[in-house]
């Protein structure tokens, strides 16, 4: 009997060799950090420093009182060197704290203990995470403290942690399993707690077996949660695949997790909640891989925030000089963003940099489309891609939401599998955009 999965998808080669057994290091103490004031989705802070203040690493340096939204601490101790627009890895420039360090380093777990946790309310372990400044760590960075605050008369009968962790060459949330697994538990066990789920599930690939024993000797036979092994398939981690293929249930187009009782959180979000309870430690480091046939030692670093590219991948040996073309990416090669600058920050969002070398990144144009249908075959959404990417760069609104185009998950599938090369996803980002901008316009009118 094969393992729980999703309808469609696709089997990319994972590359998880390179990093899977390297257990994780810390990256050196950098001297200098630029924090952006907006690492989530959501409104973004406002600065809370000066120029020329001193900081203690772990202070809250940015916030804002929107709901959604997530405040921002300094990584390092130091002095703001200044406060100015910086390139963000996201492809925007946004409103940055840069701190000069002056080298000391805090000890977090200094006389910590894990806590009982029945000493917490619900509405205590959502304001503790809040002010920690936890975001989904798995690459949406939704502040998840708003995650655990559903409206009323939304009933939550499970959280489901996400250990797929799909991606190719990622292996950053199978590293944190493997180590600190009675971490992700405890986390889990809080973030039952914060919503009154009576379940728990940890969804791991089936490629990732170090992982499945060390969850499950940690939970120990805890009855209310429950390991499911998945199959290993892209983008299974994905909210609603991850849903379907541990329980069983469709959300609706339109709709999120909470309307059919599930909250999901990344497994390295379950690991920051017991750092913020037990340590009070805000979220100002976050584990990164650092992989792809482009880097001279793939690694796995434990790593601060607001630390350069160019900085962690001269800690991994640097970039290789095979002479091909080099694209370096914030995340992994189906989801991430080609950076054009090493000169951006880690963020909390970053769980790779992946740098792919190869003589044919600058590939050969595009070929129409041969209506093959492998793009609709591999759609985890079951929806259009060769449609809604024609509507996407014409900026064919109205046929772009009539076909469900907001309903994209920006998985990838479609330009991965496509023989005519037609950047789909890019097209359809294009068209998202264009329907935001579009909402926008609408509300200040």
Not at 46 to 63: C, F, N, R
Not at 158 to 171: D, F, H, K, M, S
Request: with cysteine; net charge positive; glycine share 10%.
């Amino acid at each position: 009997m094969g393992h729980k999965t999703f309808e469609r998808g696709i089997h990319p080669a994972y590359y998880k060799e390179l990093t899977a057994a390297k257990r994780v290091e810390c990256a050196a103490l950098p001297k200098t950090v630029t924090i952006p004031l907006q690492q989530h989705a959501g409104a973004p802070c406002e600065p809370l420093v000066k120029k020329g203040d001193l900081v203690h690493e772990g202070q809250k340096i940015g916030d804002v009182k929107a709901f959604v939204s997530a405040p921002v601490h300094a990584s390092i101790s130091g002095k703001v060197k200044d406060i100015e627009l910086a390139q963000h890895p996201g492809g925007i420039r946004v409103l940055s704290v840069i701190i000069e360090g002056d080298g000391a380093i805090k000890d977090w777990e200094a006389g910590a203990g894990k806590p009982d946790l029945s000493s917490f309310t619900s509405e205590g372990i959502r304001e503790a995470i809040r002010e920690a400044g936890i975001v989904g760590m798995g690459g949406a960075a939704f502040p998840t403290s708003v995650k655990l605050a559903p409206p009323k008369g939304k009933t939550i009968e499970a959280v489901i942690l996400n250990g797929c962790e799909c991606e190719p060459y990622l292996t950053a949330d199978h590293r944190i399993m493997a180590e600190e697994p009675e971490k992700v538990v405890w986390g889990l066990k809080a973030l039952m707690k914060a919503v009154g789920a009576p379940k728990g599930f940890v969804g791991i690939e089936e490629n990732k077996p170090e992982a499945i024993k060390a969850i499950k000797e940690s939970l120990n036979g805890v009855p209310e949660i429950r390991i499911i092994v998945l199959e290993a398939k892209y983008p299974q981690g994905a909210e609603k695949m991850l849903i379907y293929a541990a329980l069983g249930r469709k959300v609706p187009s339109g709709k999120l997790p909470l309307d059919v009782g599930v909250i999901v959180n990344n497994v390295g979000t379950a690991a920051a909640v017991y750092e913020a309870l037990a340590c009070k430690k805000p979220l100002i480091e976050r584990i990164v891989t650092i992989s792809g046939n482009g880097v001279k030692e793939p690694r796995n670093l434990k790593v601060r925030i607001g630390t350069s590219f160019e900085e962690v991948l001269s800690q991994c040996g640097g970039i290789t000089a095979d002479g091909g073309e080099i694209e370096v990416l914030n995340g992994g090669p189906m989801m991430g963003i080609a950076q054009s600058t090493l000169n951006v920050p880690v963020v909390k969002g970053t769980s790779g940099i992946t740098v792919i070398s190869s003589g044919s990144i600058k590939s050969a144009p595009y070929e129409p489309c041969i209506k093959c249908a492998r793009c609709v075959e591999a759609c985890p959404m079951a929806l259009m891609p060769y449609k809604l990417g024609d509507y996407g760069r014409a900026h064919r609104l109205p046929e772009f939401k009539d076909w469900q185009g907001v309903s994209c998950i920006e998985c990838g599938c479609c330009s991965y599998v496509c023989p005519s090369k037609r950047p789909l996803l890019q097209w359809i980002r294009i068209g998202k955009l264009k329907v935001r901008q579009e909402a926008a316009k609408s509300v200040t009118k």
